[in-house]
């Protein structure tokens, strides 16, 4: 499950973007509609595009690595609930973004690829 930080900073070509999109290209990796729009929102923020602009960087560059794009269910709530409430919220938890993300990802039993430290804490790989 390809989390939002990963797939921004791979597009920005931060520091360690290869070794993530080479984590991905070497995965079966899937991830979220709501994951590519957060993705799509901070390109807007980023680089100055709009948000149509950003929502195509943003699938194409899914698409180039072979990142299969899917819808978050209902069933996925409980999950998403529960990562709020054992993991918090704000700078120190987890956004909703992350939340749907850990709930994806524990749904799918699908490890979790992010970047960034919202996660280590987190029981998200432990299925």
């Known amino acids: 499950m390809v989390e939002t930080s990963a797939l ?15 984590q991905i ?3 079966e990796a899937a991830t979220t509609c ?9 390109l807007v ?3 100055g595009v709009t948000p149509t602009e950003a929502l195509e960087i943003a699938e194409a560059t899914a698409l180039s690595l072979g990142v299969q794009i899917r819808s978050v269910t209902p069933e996925m709530m409980p999950l ?3 990562a709020r409430e054992k993991y918090g919220a704000g700078r120190s938890g987890l ?5 749907l993300s850990y709930a ?3 749904s799918w039993q ?11 804490r987190t029981d998200v790989n432990n299925y």
């Open 45 to 47: 923020r980023e680089l």
């Open 25 to 27: 290209a070497d995965a």
């Open 95 to 99: 956004n909703m973004g992350d939340c």
């Open 110 to 120: 699908a490890e979790l690829i992010y970047k960034g430290n919202g996660f280590p």
């Open 80 to 82: 998403a609930a529960l």
């Open 34 to 42: 709501v994951a590519i729009f957060e993705t799509s929102l901070a």
């Open 104 to 106: 994806a990802a524990r």
């Open 8 to 22: 921004t900073a791979i597009i920005l070509e931060e520091e360690d973007w290869q070794a993530l999109a080479e």
